[in-house]
């Protein structure tokens, strides 16, 4: 863990892009969470948005080929925010965008999900190529 220079708590995170390695990601939000104490709810809303989003990258961003899912946590006295980054191909995303029943059945209620469990969600290429998903909560004392 580092600080950055406004002071925040900041930890990265690099796994490999297999579904086995995402609890890692889960592992260091929950050791996170013990140097600011977050409510049950907003720890597991922010788990199981974190898994999503690297699911996403696991499942999509490679094809099934080698890579690496990047991981960052920033945590603020009143926000958690969490940047998901991979180098694959990317895709397009619209707010409120509407996935057709087959991509429903596919699997495709992810981002939907991190949507609803998070205040902000904001998707987009990643610097150099790839995606990045990054979501943010704020933290009610």
């Known amino acids: 863990m580092t600080l950055n220079a406004n002071g925040h708590r900041v930890v990265r995170l690099t796994i490999p892009?297999?579904?086995?390695?995402?609890?890692?990601?889960?592992?260091?939000?929950?050791?996170?969470?013990?140097?600011?104490?977050?409510?049950?709810?907003?720890?597991?809303?922010?788990?199981?948005a974190l898994t999503e989003a690297c699911t996403n990258s696991v499942r999509h961003a490679y094809d099934g080929g080698d890579g690496v899912v990047d991981i960052l946590y920033e945590l603020h006295e009143d926000k958690?925010?969490?940047?998901?980054?991979?180098?694959?191909?990317?895709?397009?995303?619209?707010?409120?965008?509407?996935?057709?029943?087959?991509?429903?059945?596919?699997?495709?209620?992810?981002?939907?999900?991190?949507e609803a469990l998070t205040d902000t969600l904001e998707i987009g290429p990643r610097a150099g190529g790839g995606s990045t998903i990054r979501f943010v909560k704020r933290l009610d004392d």
Do not use: C, N, W
């Open 17 to 48: 892009a297999k579904p086995e390695y995402i609890t890692l990601g889960r592992l260091a939000l929950t050791g996170l969470a013990r140097l600011r104490p977050l409510s049950q709810d907003v720890l597991g809303d922010m788990k199981l």
């Open 80 to 114: 958690l925010v969490v940047e998901v980054t991979d180098e694959g191909e990317g895709f397009e995303h619209a707010p409120g965008d509407s996935s057709s029943p087959d991509e429903l059945t596919e699997g495709g209620l992810g981002i939907a999900i991190i």
